[in-house]
T-cell receptor
Framework: LAKTTQPISMDSYEGQEVNITCSHNNIATNDYITWYQQFPSQGPRFIIQGYKTKVTNEVASLFIPADRKSSTLSLPRVSLSDTAVYYC????????????FGQGTELSVKP | DSGVTQTPKHLITATGQRVTLRCSPRSGDLSVYWYQQSLDQGLQFLIQ???????AKGNILERFSAQQFPDLHSELNLSSLELGDSALYFC?????????????FGDGTRLSIL
């Protein structure tokens, strides 16, 4: 199983860049890495997905090294509204598509 | 708005009872996923259906069952409820059937067992 490990919490200040790293040592060849954001009492919201190297969209970047055993979500210039829990997700196709969420990183952005 | 609709938003019932949670996926999505989120267990994958058929199964209890209907909506049935079943239950949907597809989540059903 492609188990993931993330820091439990992180603190930052408005305007800073935040990097959250996820470890997934047993990632399978066909697995993609996906990050979600969750606010209290809401469902997770898709942020970004990648397979290797770097992916960038309008809200974040995702860096994946060549061995794919980890990934880093980068949030540029965070604001107070970015305070949320961030989940790293690795699809485990070896187990028939069983999905494993990481424990989540609680990001707190302070003024 | 993710386009995924879950009903009811809140459900309060007693131990031993049975409840049904309903999910309507985003228009065009063929896969439906169910998750349970509790304070001590985090977000746990329960089961996935793709175009009416079971595609993947996670840590779903035998007391729980699900199905996806021809119109693609899905229901999660929870029976013989226990206090520990109190949680947020999320439904998500995606276009295809592969587990790597980005998923779109509903706002959940909060189940409280008294």
């Amino acid at each position: 199983l492609a188990k993931t490990t993330q820091p439990i919490s992180m603190d930052s200040y408005e305007g800073q860049e935040v990097n959250i790293t996820c470890s997934h040592n047993n990632i399978a060849t066909n697995d993609y890495i996906t990050w979600y954001q969750q606010f209290p009492s809401q469902g997770p919201r898709f942020i970004i997905q990648g397979y290797k190297t770097k992916v960038t969209n309008e809200v974040a970047s995702l860096f994946i090294p060549a061995d794919r055993k980890s990934s880093t979500l980068s949030l540029p210039r965070v604001s107070l509204s970015d305070t949320a829990v961030y989940y790293c997700l690795v699809g485990d196709t070896d187990q028939g598509g069983k999905l494993i969420f990481g424990q989540g990183t609680e990001l707190s952005v302070k003024p | 708005d993710s386009g995924v609709t879950q009903t009811p938003k809140h459900l309060i019932t007693a131990t031993g009872q049975r409840v049904t949670l309903r999910c309507s996926p985003r228009s065009g999505d063929l896969s439906v996923y169910w998750y349970q989120q509790s304070l001590d267990q985090g977000l746990q994958f329960l089961i996935q259906y793709y175009n009416g058929e079971e595609r993947a199964k996670g840590n779903i209890l035998e007391r729980f069952s699900a199905q996806q209907f021809p119109d693609l909506h899905s229901e999660l049935n929870l029976s013989s409820l226990e206090l520990g079943d109190s949680a947020l239950y999320f439904c998500a949907s995606s276009v295809g059937g592969m587990g790597n597809q980005p998923q779109h989540f509903g706002d959940g059903t909060r189940l409280s067992i008294l």
